[in-house]
């Protein structure tokens, strides 16, 4: 339902906007502007579809080789007593547990193409669970909240985006730290969020447990990457650590299905079948999601949102330094792509070490998109009713961006 109304009210939003700059601007090129719009998102949307097959293929086949190995249910069993009181609906030891953690690492490592596989596998298996197919499980809204919330260890690709504008930032990796408060807050947020809304106790030993361990890793990590290592190293680390997990859980995988005597060869084409009809299947649901996005994006309504914001904190008597980057905030639960496009823009406008130019780095590193993720997500299993999904996920999405403008001032502001 939820979905429906958000929908319905992009295109109505976006009409009414675009009704008034005709009648009253004399914006004549206005609707031809949003019509060129929604056929090039329609495009796009088809064109990352066939893009996904092939990862789609080749995650799926070597998933099946690690689930028939016992890969998937090993794993399973290790985050048991954490996932267990999350996901009271998952039987213990179901791959689906394995599944979500795979989704959770490739996220925490900033590996995009990875993580949407071993999600998309992951709400499968949960669907199966699910005794009302059309309608989202408490367990597939939780993985979805915490998926769409967007923990990520290193943000490689905006400090590679902050090195190579022009000008280029003096140090690009001076919003590593930040990113990762601003996208832990966003994840903390989220499980908060849901929780109360499914009655799980986040007190229980177990939970607290796995949160402060996990808290506690986060911290030496970014204590080691900020006190001992230079910028290339961190890059150089990352790009060893990311690349090569890929890589071993492929060889971990066909030297488990190895020792299991399993045909590793049949049994990747078995599971990388599935990639194809995955891929086919989103289209619609992409299409749909894309399109309301671009229809919004090209009447306007962002410039409205952002001067209305300006007007009223500097009425408050605010700081409205941050304003500035408040465009890429805003498209990242839309847009990926357009959230980039908008943090690009904002560093070329006001400069890569502008307050500006490093929140709207923050921006993008401090969640996921969220309305893409629906629409793939939930699309891939034909689930129509997302119940609270999206607002839960917009919460979340705000924590993170007040955490962001809050860290940005402690960090750069002046």
Known sequence: MALNFIWFAFFMV???IALFKWIVTGDVLIFKTITDGVFKSAGDSVDLSFKLIGIMTLFLGFMNIGEKAGAIRFLSRI???FFGK??????????????????????????????????LKAMDSLQSLNPNKDSASNSQIMFLVLHASGLTLIPISIIAMRASVNPPAANPTDIFIPCMIATFAATLAALIIVSIKQ?????????????LGISIAIGLLISYLKFFLSKVEIENFSAVLSNGLILLIFVVFLLGGIYKKVNVFESFIEGAKGGFDIA?????????????????????AFEIITNGFTYVFSIL???T???????????????????????????????????????????QGSSDTTFYVIAVYFGSVGVKNTRYSIPAMLLADLCGIITAILVAYMFFGT
């Open 14 to 16: 976006a009409f009414a």
């Open 79 to 81: 985050v048991a007593p």
């Open 86 to 119: 999350l996901f009271p609906e998952v039987p213990k030891g179901h791959p689906a547990m394995g599944q979500m953690m795979m989704n959770f690492s490739a996220n925490l490592l900033g590996l995009d193409n990875a993580a949407t596989p071993f999600g």
């Open 199 to 211: 009655k799980i106790n986040l007190l229980h030993p177990q939970i607290l447990s796995w949160i």
């Open 280 to 300: 086919i299947k989103i289209i619609p649901y992409l299409v749909a999601m894309l399109v309301a996005i671009s229809v919004l994006r090209s009447s306007g």
């Open 317 to 319: 008597g605010f700081d």
């Open 321 to 363: 330094q941050f304003v500035s980057a408040l465009p890429t905030a805003l498209m990242k639960p839309l847009s990926g792509s357009g959230s980039r496009g908008m943090m690009i823009d904002t560093m070329n406008t006001y400069g890569a070490d502008s307050f500006a130019g490093r929140l709207s780095a923050i921006f």
